[in-house]
């Protein structure tokens, strides 16, 4: 006999509760949400065709238009339930999933589904939730492609990842190497260098303003160059900001692994 996808069930599980969230706050049509309904039915009915009685849990998750979190604790009180009666690789494939739907969960919430609902709102006109917008197709896209301020900002962040990411990197192995090696005050200087990663964000961009600030920063101090407003000011602007994430790069992540790598002949 064909082993049952409970792992399958549990994934349905969760979006249908999922679902039926998003329908009570708006986001989800009804059909949406009844449409994962009708696919949990399925795979209820399929589940107490083949374990019969031990299978009576995924029936809870039918309730989930009264209380959502019923979807995600039927198919668990089916694993419990059919017990042994599941391969062990079918066991194995659902208790995974059971433990990686949480995070996925709240991945689909905070990333996936705003994604997804921010693509369905540029679809319309004027959106502000008072009155029906305009449904507006890809005019909205065709605007902006022909906005040259588009292209400008597209050109910024591409030379931003072009400066930062590689310099990060190479940045990153050289203060590793640096800071694995056997000198002088290697505690203080490890210290030092791991200041950026305890440091607050806000504190942090406090400091950078006061370096960059044109009247009493630091960098005009250094260079003599007082009024000069580094932030404004083309073609230095764009370094300038890729400065404070260059400042702040991951060596931290290979600085203590880096004594275990082995040593090549």
């Known amino acids: 006999m064909r082993t049952y996808p409970l792992h399958w069930v549990l994934g349905v599980g969760v979006l249908l509760a999922l679902g039926f969230y998003a329908q009570r706050l708006g986001f989800l049509p009804a059909w949406g949400a009844w449409s994962l309904w009708a696919g949990y039915l399925f795979f209820a009915l399929w589940g107490l065709r083949w374990g019969g009685w031990r299978a009576v849990p995924l029936v809870f998750g039918l309730l989930a238009p009264l209380f959502p979190p019923l979807a995600f604790l039927g198919p668990l ?111 203080l200087y490890r210290t030092l260098f791991f200041l950026p990663y305890i440091t607050a964000l806000t504190a942090a961009a406090a400091v950078w303003r006061w370096i960059y600030h044109p009247e009493f920063g630091f960098l005009n101090w250094l260079l003599h160059t007082p009024g000069l407003d580094w932030l404004n000011t083309p073609p230095g602007s764009s370094p300038c900001f890729c400065a404070p994430w260059g400042w702040s790069f991951k060596a931290s992540l290979r600085g203590p692994a880096w004594p275990s790598w082995p040593s090549w002949p």
């Open 77 to 187: 009180g089916a694993a419990l339930s059919l017990g042994r009666t599941l391969p062990e690789k079918a066991q194995a494939a659902f208790y995974g999933w059971a433990l990686v739907w949480p995070a996925l969960a709240l991945l689909l919430v905070w990333q996936v589904f705003p994604t997804l609902y921010a693509f369905y709102l540029s679809l319309f006109d004027r959106v502000n939730f008072l009155r029906p917008a305009a449904f507006a197709g890809l005019q909205n896209y065709r605007i902006l492609l022909e906005d040259p301020l588009f292209w400008r900002a597209l050109g910024n962040t591409f030379w931003y990842v072009v400066f930062t990411v590689p310099t990060g990197l190479l940045l990153a192995t050289f203060v590793a190497i640096l800071l694995n090696t056997q000198v002088a005050f290697l505690g």
